[in-house]
């Protein structure tokens, strides 16, 4: 949906930084790694939030027997972030409320009373396993719908995530190449 491509987020940086607008090649390959760290400074405001979220009538993934998801898949495409789940909601239909994270598999042996009303979920590496108290006992089974930051492909960032101020793409590839000229002073000493 956006317009911006690669030139023109090149050409924003070169004005921002008052450079000569044939030097932005040089920008160009920083830009995926400047689109994530604004999802990143997105997801972590809730007030902007939303525009780095996949939508949970697309995003979703199945449980097997056991409670378990492979997010595999998903990591690869619509490329979720896995350190940002905590950001997003991930959401069962039999229950009203999102799942809650667990930061531990030690808090995830620990049942408790109220599993009926709030699922859990938990990580271990690509795997997101479940708990919650289910009809008839068991695992939860099913799908979960996931609305949970992803890294978004130049052509899906919308002009939003771009420009704002000190979250966006822009500031995001300004800050990575003052990283990189940083880094570079120090291996000249």
Known sequence: MSSHKEE???????KRLKVDPSETLRFVPLIPAAILRAVQKFAERDDLRHHVLTDPA?????????????LSDLI?????????????EITHANF?????????TAQARFASALDSLFPKYWLEGNKLKTRATVEGGGALSGALAL???YWMTLAQVPEIVVETEGVGVVDSLIELLAEEADGDDATDR
């Open 8 to 14: 023109a987020i090149a050409i924003l940086v070169a």
């Open 58 to 70: 697309q995003v979703t993934v199945d449980l097997d027997g056991s409670g378990v998801a492979d």
């Open 76 to 88: 690869d495409d619509p490329r979720i972030v896995l350190n940002l789940l905590r950001f997003g």
């Open 96 to 104: 009203d409320f999102p799942l809650r994270r667990l930061e531990t």
């Open 147 to 149: 609305s949970v930051p």
